[in-house]
Protein backbone atom coordinates (compact mmCIF):
# COMPACT_ATOMS: atom_id res chain seq x y z
CA UNK A 1 0.00 0.00 0.00
CA UNK A 2 1.39 3.60 -1.21
CA UNK A 3 1.84 5.73 1.33
CA UNK A 4 -0.87 8.41 -0.62
CA UNK A 5 -3.16 5.31 -0.34
CA UNK A 6 -2.38 5.12 3.73
CA UNK A 7 -3.14 8.63 3.97
CA UNK A 8 -6.27 8.46 2.40
CA UNK A 9 -7.31 5.46 4.53
CA UNK A 10 -6.56 6.96 7.64
CA UNK A 11 -8.36 10.52 6.71
CA UNK A 12 -11.53 8.84 5.28
CA UNK A 13 -11.57 6.03 8.20
CA UNK A 14 -11.32 9.41 10.36
CA UNK A 15 -13.66 11.61 9.08
CA UNK A 16 -16.02 8.05 9.15
CA UNK A 17 -15.63 7.27 12.74
CA UNK A 18 -16.40 10.88 13.35
CA UNK A 19 -19.63 10.65 11.71
CA UNK A 20 -20.54 7.38 13.53
CA UNK A 21 -19.34 9.07 16.92
CA UNK A 22 -22.24 11.56 15.94
CA UNK A 23 -24.74 8.95 14.78
CA UNK A 24 -24.29 6.91 18.33
CA UNK A 25 -24.57 10.17 20.34
CA UNK A 26 -28.16 10.82 18.25
CA UNK A 27 -29.14 7.21 18.92
CA UNK A 28 -27.81 7.27 22.75
CA UNK A 29 -30.13 10.41 23.29
CA UNK A 30 -33.09 8.40 21.61
CA UNK A 31 -32.71 5.53 23.55
CA UNK A 32 -32.34 7.19 27.01
CA UNK A 33 -35.82 9.52 26.46
CA UNK A 34 -37.64 6.67 24.64
CA UNK A 35 -36.05 3.43 25.51
CA UNK A 36 -35.80 2.67 21.82
CA UNK A 37 -32.69 1.42 20.11
CA UNK A 38 -33.67 2.42 16.05
CA UNK A 39 -31.77 0.08 13.68
CA UNK A 40 -34.35 2.04 10.62
CA UNK A 41 -32.07 4.75 9.84
CA UNK A 42 -30.68 5.49 6.90
CA UNK A 43 -27.33 5.55 8.59
CA UNK A 44 -26.86 2.12 8.72
CA UNK A 45 -27.04 1.41 5.50
CA UNK A 46 -24.16 4.04 4.81
CA UNK A 47 -22.21 1.43 6.93
CA UNK A 48 -22.78 -1.28 4.60
CA UNK A 49 -21.79 0.65 1.92
CA UNK A 50 -18.69 1.74 3.26
CA UNK A 51 -17.95 -1.52 4.63
CA UNK A 52 -18.74 -3.20 1.07
CA UNK A 53 -16.38 -0.48 -0.42
CA UNK A 54 -13.56 -1.22 1.54
CA UNK A 55 -14.08 -4.55 1.29
CA UNK A 56 -13.56 -3.77 -2.63
CA UNK A 57 -10.96 -1.22 -2.24
CA UNK A 58 -8.63 -3.41 0.50
CA UNK A 59 -9.48 -6.58 -0.25
CA UNK A 60 -10.22 -6.53 -4.09
CA UNK A 61 -13.53 -8.77 -2.95
CA UNK A 62 -16.06 -8.48 -5.98
CA UNK A 63 -19.28 -6.23 -4.82
CA UNK A 64 -21.40 -8.77 -5.95
CA UNK A 65 -19.84 -10.72 -2.82
CA UNK A 66 -19.44 -8.10 -0.56
CA UNK A 67 -23.17 -6.73 -0.47
CA UNK A 68 -24.43 -9.76 0.38
CA UNK A 69 -21.38 -10.38 3.42
CA UNK A 70 -22.03 -6.82 4.67
CA UNK A 71 -26.03 -7.74 5.21
CA UNK A 72 -24.79 -10.98 7.14
CA UNK A 73 -22.71 -8.80 9.26
CA UNK A 74 -24.98 -5.87 9.73
CA UNK A 75 -27.53 -8.76 10.41
CA UNK A 76 -25.33 -10.46 12.76
CA UNK A 77 -24.62 -6.84 14.43
CA UNK A 78 -28.33 -6.63 15.07
CA UNK A 79 -29.07 -9.91 16.65
CA UNK A 80 -26.31 -8.82 19.25
CA UNK A 81 -27.91 -5.75 20.16
CA UNK A 82 -31.15 -7.07 19.99
CA UNK A 83 -30.07 -9.98 22.43
CA UNK A 84 -28.42 -7.84 25.18
CA UNK A 85 -30.07 -4.33 24.79
CA UNK A 86 -33.68 -4.35 23.70
CA UNK A 87 -34.68 -7.75 25.08
CA UNK A 88 -33.77 -6.48 28.78
CA UNK A 89 -35.66 -3.33 28.61
CA UNK A 90 -38.63 -4.39 26.63
CA UNK A 91 -38.91 -7.17 28.97
CA UNK A 92 -40.69 -5.21 31.83
CA UNK A 93 -39.76 -1.92 30.62
CA UNK A 94 -37.73 -1.88 33.52
CA UNK A 95 -36.76 -3.88 36.15
CA UNK A 96 -36.47 -2.73 39.60
CA UNK A 97 -32.83 -3.36 41.41
CA UNK A 98 -34.59 -3.34 44.82
CA UNK A 99 -38.14 -3.91 46.09
CA UNK A 100 -41.26 -5.66 44.94
CA UNK A 101 -44.29 -4.42 42.82
CA UNK A 102 -47.61 -6.27 43.35
CA UNK A 103 -50.38 -5.95 41.57
CA UNK A 104 -53.93 -6.93 43.30
CA UNK A 105 -52.14 -9.22 45.60
CA UNK A 106 -49.70 -10.63 43.17
CA UNK A 107 -46.00 -9.93 42.83
CA UNK A 108 -45.58 -8.71 38.89
CA UNK A 109 -41.77 -7.53 39.53
CA UNK A 110 -40.40 -8.00 36.39
CA UNK A 111 -43.58 -9.12 34.47
CA UNK A 112 -43.68 -8.53 30.71
CA UNK A 113 -45.39 -5.79 29.37
CA UNK A 114 -47.88 -8.16 27.70
CA UNK A 115 -48.32 -10.22 30.88
CA UNK A 116 -48.92 -6.51 32.39
CA UNK A 117 -51.45 -5.89 29.77
CA UNK A 118 -53.12 -8.90 30.04
CA UNK A 119 -53.33 -8.39 34.10
CA UNK A 120 -55.21 -5.08 33.33
CA UNK A 121 -52.28 -2.72 33.55
CA UNK A 122 -51.80 -0.23 30.54
CA UNK A 123 -50.04 2.83 30.23
CA UNK A 124 -49.13 5.94 27.76
CA UNK A 125 -45.80 7.42 26.78
CA UNK A 126 -44.62 11.37 27.56
CA UNK A 127 -43.36 11.13 24.12
CA UNK A 128 -46.78 10.03 22.13
CA UNK A 129 -45.83 6.83 20.37
CA UNK A 130 -48.86 6.37 17.60
CA UNK A 131 -48.73 4.16 14.58
CA UNK A 132 -48.47 7.01 12.37
CA UNK A 133 -49.47 5.37 9.09
CA UNK A 134 -52.66 3.94 10.61
CA UNK A 135 -55.78 5.45 11.51
CA UNK A 136 -57.07 7.38 14.38
CA UNK A 137 -59.39 4.18 14.52
CA UNK A 138 -56.90 1.73 13.46
CA UNK A 139 -54.51 2.85 15.98
CA UNK A 140 -57.29 2.15 18.83
CA UNK A 141 -58.03 -1.06 17.58
CA UNK A 142 -54.21 -2.14 18.16
CA UNK A 143 -55.11 -2.04 21.92
CA UNK A 144 -58.81 -3.24 21.38
CA UNK A 145 -57.08 -6.66 19.70
CA UNK A 146 -55.84 -7.51 23.37
CA UNK A 147 -59.18 -8.98 24.71
CA UNK A 148 -61.36 -8.86 20.99
CA UNK A 149 -59.55 -11.19 18.35
CA UNK A 150 -61.97 -10.81 16.02
CA UNK A 151 -61.00 -7.64 13.84
CA UNK A 152 -64.68 -6.71 14.04
CA UNK A 153 -65.05 -6.73 17.64
CA UNK A 154 -61.66 -4.89 17.88
CA UNK A 155 -63.34 -2.12 15.34
CA UNK A 156 -66.48 -2.14 18.05
CA UNK A 157 -64.38 -1.92 21.28
CA UNK A 158 -62.56 1.00 19.31
CA UNK A 159 -65.62 2.66 18.32
CA UNK A 160 -66.52 2.70 21.66
CA UNK A 161 -63.53 4.50 23.10
CA UNK A 162 -63.18 7.02 20.18
CA UNK A 163 -66.09 9.59 21.26
CA UNK A 164 -65.24 8.78 24.91
CA UNK A 165 -61.88 10.90 23.84
CA UNK A 166 -63.43 13.28 21.58
CA UNK A 167 -61.68 11.45 18.73
CA UNK A 168 -64.89 10.11 16.78
CA UNK A 169 -64.85 12.78 13.80
CA UNK A 170 -61.03 11.76 13.27
CA UNK A 171 -61.71 7.96 13.43
CA UNK A 172 -60.24 7.76 9.60
CA UNK A 173 -57.30 10.53 10.29
CA UNK A 174 -54.06 9.56 9.91
CA UNK A 175 -52.02 9.65 13.27
CA UNK A 176 -49.67 11.31 11.78
CA UNK A 177 -52.30 14.39 10.83
CA UNK A 178 -53.36 14.65 14.37
CA UNK A 179 -52.42 17.56 16.77
CA UNK A 180 -50.09 16.57 19.87
CA UNK A 181 -53.24 16.97 22.03
CA UNK A 182 -55.26 14.96 19.65
CA UNK A 183 -52.26 11.94 19.64
CA UNK A 184 -52.60 11.92 23.69
CA UNK A 185 -55.85 11.56 23.40
CA UNK A 186 -55.74 8.76 21.03
CA UNK A 187 -52.82 7.45 22.82
CA UNK A 188 -55.50 6.95 26.32
CA UNK A 189 -57.95 5.40 24.13
CA UNK A 190 -55.57 3.15 23.00
CA UNK A 191 -54.50 2.11 26.55
CA UNK A 192 -58.42 2.11 27.93
CA UNK A 193 -58.93 -0.57 24.80
CA UNK A 194 -57.13 -2.62 26.26
CA UNK A 195 -60.18 -2.62 29.05
CA UNK A 196 -57.58 -2.18 32.06
CA UNK A 197 -57.90 -2.06 35.80
CA UNK A 198 -54.91 0.56 36.17
CA UNK A 199 -53.86 3.32 33.45
CA UNK A 200 -50.30 4.71 34.18
CA UNK A 201 -50.60 8.13 32.56
CA UNK A 202 -46.83 9.55 31.58
CA UNK A 203 -47.26 13.47 31.37
CA UNK A 204 -50.72 13.65 29.79
CA UNK A 205 -51.08 17.26 29.85
CA UNK A 206 -47.29 18.14 29.28
CA UNK A 207 -46.98 20.65 26.26
CA UNK A 208 -50.71 21.82 25.92
CA UNK A 209 -52.20 24.94 26.11
CA UNK A 210 -54.67 25.72 29.08
CA UNK A 211 -57.76 24.81 27.15
CA UNK A 212 -56.44 21.51 26.12
CA UNK A 213 -55.00 20.72 29.98
CA UNK A 214 -58.64 21.24 31.32
CA UNK A 215 -59.96 19.13 28.48
CA UNK A 216 -57.50 16.41 29.57
CA UNK A 217 -57.51 16.50 33.62
CA UNK A 218 -61.73 16.13 32.30
CA UNK A 219 -60.56 13.22 30.65
CA UNK A 220 -58.70 12.26 34.05
CA UNK A 221 -61.44 12.57 35.87
CA UNK A 222 -63.95 10.27 33.44
CA UNK A 223 -61.57 7.70 33.22
CA UNK A 224 -62.25 7.62 37.32
CA UNK A 225 -65.69 7.54 37.08
CA UNK A 226 -65.49 4.45 34.89
CA UNK A 227 -63.55 2.81 38.06
CA UNK A 228 -60.83 3.01 36.13
CA UNK A 229 -57.60 3.59 38.46
CA UNK A 230 -55.05 5.89 37.60
CA UNK A 231 -51.34 6.97 38.30
CA UNK A 232 -50.16 9.56 36.55
CA UNK A 233 -46.42 10.91 36.40
CA UNK A 234 -47.35 14.80 35.77
CA UNK A 235 -45.47 18.47 36.70
CA UNK A 236 -48.64 20.52 35.06
CA UNK A 237 -50.27 21.19 38.33
CA UNK A 238 -53.12 23.49 37.64
CA UNK A 239 -54.09 20.54 35.74
CA UNK A 240 -53.57 17.48 38.24
CA UNK A 241 -54.64 19.68 41.83
CA UNK A 242 -58.18 19.18 41.02
CA UNK A 243 -58.58 16.11 40.63
CA UNK A 244 -56.03 13.97 42.37
CA UNK A 245 -56.76 11.97 45.39
CA UNK A 246 -53.26 11.54 46.64
CA UNK A 247 -49.88 13.15 45.77
CA UNK A 248 -46.50 11.94 45.83
CA UNK A 249 -43.90 14.45 44.85
CA UNK A 250 -40.25 13.51 43.89
CA UNK A 251 -37.37 16.14 44.18
CA UNK A 252 -34.29 14.61 42.31
CA UNK A 253 -35.47 10.98 42.26
CA UNK A 254 -36.56 10.92 45.93
CA UNK A 255 -39.95 11.12 48.01
CA UNK A 256 -40.42 14.36 49.89
CA UNK A 257 -43.58 14.94 50.61
CA UNK A 258 -46.87 12.69 50.28
CA UNK A 259 -50.61 13.49 50.78
CA UNK A 260 -53.72 14.91 49.85
CA UNK A 261 -53.47 18.21 46.91
CA UNK A 262 -54.36 20.37 49.91
CA UNK A 263 -51.48 18.84 52.16
CA UNK A 264 -49.02 18.90 49.42
CA UNK A 265 -50.01 22.99 48.51
CA UNK A 266 -48.52 23.74 51.86
CA UNK A 267 -45.84 21.22 52.52
CA UNK A 268 -42.79 23.39 53.19
CA UNK A 269 -40.55 21.04 51.98
CA UNK A 270 -42.50 21.13 48.28
CA UNK A 271 -42.99 24.51 48.77
CA UNK A 272 -38.83 25.05 49.09
CA UNK A 273 -38.06 22.44 46.06
CA UNK A 274 -39.83 24.21 43.96
CA UNK A 275 -40.06 27.68 44.26
CA UNK A 276 -37.33 28.40 46.30
CA UNK A 277 -36.64 28.84 50.21
Not at 91 to 103: C, E, K, N, Q, S
Not at 169 to 196: F, G, I, N, W
Request: glycine share 8%; charged share 20%.
Amino acid sequence: MTADILFQVLVSGLLIGLIYALVAVGLTLIFGVMDIVNFAHGEFLMLGMYASFWAFALFAVDPIVALPLTALLLFAVGVIVYQTVIRRCLAGFHTPTTGRIAFEGQDITGSTPEAAAALGIARTFQIVRVFHSMTALENVMVGAMLRNKRVAEARDRAEEELPFVGLLHRADTPASDLTVSEQKRLEVARALATEPKLILLDEVMAGLNPTEVREASALVHRIHQRGIASIIVEHVMEGIMPIAHRMLVLDYGAKIADGTPAEIAENPAVIAAYLGE
